[in-house]
């Protein structure tokens, strides 16, 4: 073959094994940009168009906005065998599903003020964490009897994803007090996040009726359990152990991380809710309808004596002189007593004063038995009241029909309410 024709000969073979190579690339396989589990579940929560806490949730958690818990078990994983878009979709599509199943959780609203945290929003922790929001109200003993628990849950499921939050919306005056507040809070021994809600910004965001009221947010936002009242603690933390199972699958975390079993806290009141016989009874005018011997839902001073009849069963009597305002009764007269046939087994008072009052207790007309007191009461059988909170009356031993009296040695006791356990 002649040189020019052994040239042209040459470049085309070059050009067709170069040509194999390029089609060769062009056919291979290609792997997708890589993605991690938290940005896939990001992501797919960003596609919901639920309101409340959903909305701008990944905005909100990438900017790092709350210091509550933000960096435990939330690095970065591999999605599994899933395809992103495989995992995508599979996200996507749960998230559907809840929103045909749940209501979006709402925003906190119009907060008045923050115990143990610096402020943050739900939002920002949407596609993050598992959250358990509790109404509460430091003097109301059912959301007293409830604390243990949730202190438990906290130290449990802390390092695994959950995240409590104390919605502390006031039943008193005094409750919207932050010292108040935060000395209750402290006493407790509650290290969980407590916001104030002095306003009922996300009290009505709940459109919520009862103290306590616990409410489980899944990492997608949605309220995926609700318990009105105490008890049920066994259900509630089973939902609390699903949902942080929800979020490791959701975040390619391995679920065995998650503590198992159910929590009984050593400082937990056993109550047998059917066995307590007698209603909260309220003093204030607003609320008195329990009063037996004077003007019942009026406010005013007035001077009344017990009757010499026994005592009707949960009907509350008064002597001395009282003056009714809204919320509480102040005895303007030493001496002044306070009479209640009740059938329980534990007695307690939402009361205050402006100097330290003192008061004798009586059960069964007689002094009250050292195995009856609570621990409120003195060796002597006294007990002195001055700050605003709930006091332990009468820790009896059983359930049963008794009738309490409370001697009042000065004036100025500031009486809210009687709850019994």
Same mark, same amino acid.
């Given at each position: 073959?002649?040189?020019?024709?052994?040239?042209?000969?040459?470049?085309?073979?070059?050009?067709?094994?170069?040509?194999?190579?390029?089609?060769?690339?062009?056919?291979?396989? &290609?792997?997708?940009?890589? +993605?991690? !589990?938290?940005?896939?579940?990001?992501?797919?929560?960003?596609?919901?168009?639920?309101?409340?806490?959903?909305?701008?949730?990944?905005?909100?958690?990438?900017?790092?906005?709350?210091?509550?818990?933000? $960096?435990?078990?939330?690095?970065?994983?591999?999605?599994?065998?899933?395809?992103?878009?495989?995992?995508?979709?599979? &996200?996507?599509?749960?998230?559907?599903?809840?929103?045909?199943?749940?209501? #979006?959780?709402?925003?906190?609203?119009?907060?008045? /003020?923050?115990?143990?945290?610096?402020?943050?929003?739900?939002?920002?922790?949407?596609?993050?964490?598992?959250?358990?929001?509790?109404?509460?109200?430091?003097?109301?003993?059912?959301?007293?009897?409830? +604390?243990?628990?949730?202190?438990?849950?906290?130290?449990?499921?802390?390092?695994?994803?959950?995240?409590?939050?104390?919605?502390?919306?006031?039943?008193?005056?005094?409750?919207?007090?932050?010292?108040?507040?935060?000395?209750?809070?402290?006493?407790?021994?509650?290290?969980?996040?407590?916001?104030?809600?002095? $306003?009922?910004?996300?009290?009505?965001?709940?459109?919520?009726?009862?103290?306590?009221?616990?409410?489980?947010?899944?990492?997608?936002?949605?309220?995926?359990?609700?318990?009105?009242?105490?008890?049920?603690?066994?259900?509630?933390?089973?939902?609390?152990?699903?949902?942080?199972?929800?979020?490791?699958?959701?975040?390619?975390?391995?679920?065995?991380?998650?503590?198992?079993?159910?929590? !009984?806290?050593?400082? #937990?009141?056993?109550?047998?809710?059917?066995?307590?016989?007698?209603?909260?009874?309220?003093?204030?005018? !607003? &609320?008195?309808?329990?009063?037996?011997?004077?003007?019942?839902?009026?406010?005013?001073?007035?001077?009344?004596?017990?009757?010499?009849?026994?005592?009707?069963?949960?009907?509350?009597?008064?002597?001395?002189?009282?003056?009714?305002?809204?919320?509480?009764?102040?005895?303007?007269?030493?001496?002044?007593?306070?009479?209640?046939?009740?059938?329980?087994? $534990?007695?307690?008072?939402?009361?205050?004063?402006?100097?330290?009052?003192?008061?004798?207790?009586?059960?069964?007309?007689?002094?009250?038995?050292? #195995?009856?007191?609570?621990?409120?009461?003195?060796?002597? /059988?006294?007990?002195?009241?001055?700050?605003?909170?709930?006091?332990?009356?009468?820790?009896?031993?059983?359930?049963? #029909?008794?009738?309490?009296?409370?001697?009042?040695?000065?004036?100025?006791?500031?009486?809210?309410?009687?709850?019994?356990?």
């Amino acid at each position: 073959m002649n040189y020019p024709y052994k040239k042209t000969f040459l470049a085309a073979i070059l050009v067709v094994i170069v040509g194999t190579i390029v089609w060769l690339e062009a056919i291979k396989p &290609r792997q997708g940009p890589t +993605i991690t !589990a938290q940005q896939a579940a990001l992501a797919a929560t960003s596609t919901t168009t639920a309101g409340g806490a959903n909305s701008g949730a990944v905005e909100s958690a990438a900017s790092g906005t709350t210091t509550v818990a933000d $960096n435990q078990n939330s690095a970065p994983t591999s999605a599994g065998s899933l395809t992103p878009a495989q995992f995508l979709a599979s &996200r996507a599509s749960t998230i559907r599903q809840e929103s045909t199943q749940y209501q #979006a959780a709402a925003e906190i609203t119009d907060p008045t /003020g923050w115990i143990n945290t610096q402020p943050f929003t739900l939002a920002s922790l949407i596609g993050k964490k598992v959250v358990l929001l509790d109404f509460w109200t430091y003097s109301c003993i059912n959301c007293l009897r409830t +604390i243990p628990y949730l202190n438990a849950w906290y130290q449990k499921y802390k390092d695994a994803g959950l995240v409590i939050v104390g919605i502390h919306t006031p039943e008193f005056n005094f409750e919207h007090d932050y010292a108040n507040v935060a000395a209750a809070v402290k006493s407790l021994g509650i290290q969980y996040p407590v916001v104030l809600d002095n $306003n009922q910004g996300t009290w009505n965001a709940y459109q919520n009726l009862y103290w306590p009221n616990e409410y489980l947010i899944n990492i997608d936002g949605f309220v995926v359990h609700n318990n009105i009242g105490e008890g049920n603690y066994n259900e509630t933390e089973s939902a609390i152990q699903a949902a942080l199972t929800q979020r490791d699958e959701a975040l390619g975390i391995p679920t065995s991380t998650i503590p198992t079993g159910m929590s !009984a806290p050593e400082n #937990a009141i056993a109550i047998n809710y059917h066995a307590v016989q007698s209603p909260e009874t309220y003093f204030g005018a !607003a &609320r008195n309808g329990y009063l037996a011997n004077g003007p019942a839902m009026t406010n005013g001073v007035y001077t009344l004596s017990i009757p010499s009849s026994t005592p009707q069963s949960n009907a509350l009597y008064l002597s001395g002189q009282w003056n009714f305002q809204d919320e509480y009764a102040t005895n303007e007269t030493p001496g002044a007593k306070i009479i209640y046939s009740y059938n329980a087994m $534990n007695v307690y008072m939402v009361a205050s004063a402006a100097a330290p009052v003192t008061a004798h207790v009586l059960v069964d007309g007689q002094p009250i038995p050292a #195995a009856m007191a609570g621990s409120d009461v003195s060796p002597a /059988g006294t007990i002195t009241i001055q700050a605003n909170r709930l006091y332990n009356i009468i820790h009896g031993t059983s359930y049963g #029909a008794h009738t309490i009296e409370l001697i009042i040695q000065q004036p100025g006791l500031e009486a809210y309410t009687f709850t019994f356990g």
